[in-house]
């Protein structure tokens, strides 16, 4: 089983013009970083548990019954009365996407730390906005650290959301100390930018590989042992981005378990084309993401 941990929200995506002073057309779709993670989880038929607090509201209850459509283990999920978070999107000319929160006293945010994880967890993933906003930030901090050195292969995507980091300095000090125990990192370049650090540096500190989303450009790993692999994008007619690094994390773990990978050594073992391969249907699951309005990964059947 691969547990996915961080927040479920709703994005509101725009949905034609409106009609209300020209105001846009919202449509609500399910959401998040971690949550999109697990679906797409679910979708490509990996055993997969969410772990997070949902409120008890409708937005709530949708968020929940999507991740049982996707077949996804419920029972780590808290609940609680605060309401939603909320995610504005903007889609860019290029099918970008830009974010603004409505974040203020919602349930995720109040996470706290759970048992232990079934000893049939492999792997954790986590990321995105759970690990800025306090204090469940720092029930996920410890869910991560706790999980590592238990063995557990931790799968980190800072994903930053800038508006919502109120100090810059003090993330960027805050990531660098997650890194002795996180064994796999993904960053976008836009990531890798904002974090003002270098690849080099971040091996060093811990994990054993990071793997670098490069957009239109494709995929690149960048090994411990000093080895950088790389592939191209899938060309597709983009609809918009949402998803779609979510989807890279959802593959790249579906791929690295039917590989029998899913540990420091498993990592190290992956020559150029066990990387090739694994890269390559991270970038064929993104582009199917990307190909559909909001966070809609694909299944199974659709990736051949």
């Not at 029972?75 to 995610?87: C, I, M």
């Not at 000319?93 to 492999?122: H, I, K, M, N, V």
Request: charged share 20%; hydrophobic share 45%.
């Amino acid at each position: 089983m691969i547990v996915v941990a961080g927040e479920a929200l709703i994005d509101l995506v725009p949905d034609g013009p409106g009609g209300d002073a020209g105001l846009p057309a919202l449509l609500p779709r399910r959401g998040g970083g971690p949550y999109n993670t697990a679906v797409a989880l679910g979708r490509l038929g990996t055993p997969a548990a969410f772990c997070s607090r949902v409120s008890a509201d409708a937005f709530g209850e949708a968020l929940l019954d999507g991740l049982r459509a996707a077949e996804v283990d419920v029972s780590l999920v808290q609940r609680g009365p605060e309401p939603t978070t909320l995610a504005v999107t903007e889609i860019g000319a290029d099918g970008s996407a830009g974010y603004g929160f409505y974040a203020g006293g919602t349930a995720d945010r109040l996470f706290e730390l759970p048992a232990a994880l079934p000893d049939t967890a492999r792997a954790l993933c986590l990321g995105t906005c759970s690990l800025v906003l306090e204090p469940g930030a720092s029930a996920y901090e410890a869910l991560l650290r706790r999980e590592a050195r238990r063995g557990v292969l931790t799968l980190l995507d800072p994903n930053i959301r800038p508006g919502l980091i109120p100090d810059a300095a003090a993330y960027r000090a805050r990531f660098r100390s997650w890194l002795p125990d996180v064994t796999l990192l993904k960053v976008s370049e836009e990531d890798a930018r904002w974090l003002d650090g270098s690849v080099e540096q971040w091996l060093a500190a811990g994990p054993a590989a990071v793997v670098v989303t490069r957009g239109a450009e494709g995929l690149t790993v960048h090994t411990r042992q000093g080895a950088v692999y790389a592939v191209p994008a899938e060309r597709v007619a983009v609809v918009d981005t949402i998803g779609a690094g979510d989807t890279v994390n959802a593959a790249l773990l579906h791929r690295l378990a039917a590989r029998d990978a899913l540990s420091r050594a498993g990592l190290a073992a992956l020559d150029e084309a066990g990387w090739g391969d694994v890269l390559r249907f991270a970038a064929r699951a993104a582009a199917v993401t990307c190909s559909r309005r909001g966070a809609e990964p694909p299944h199974a059947a659709e990736l051949g």
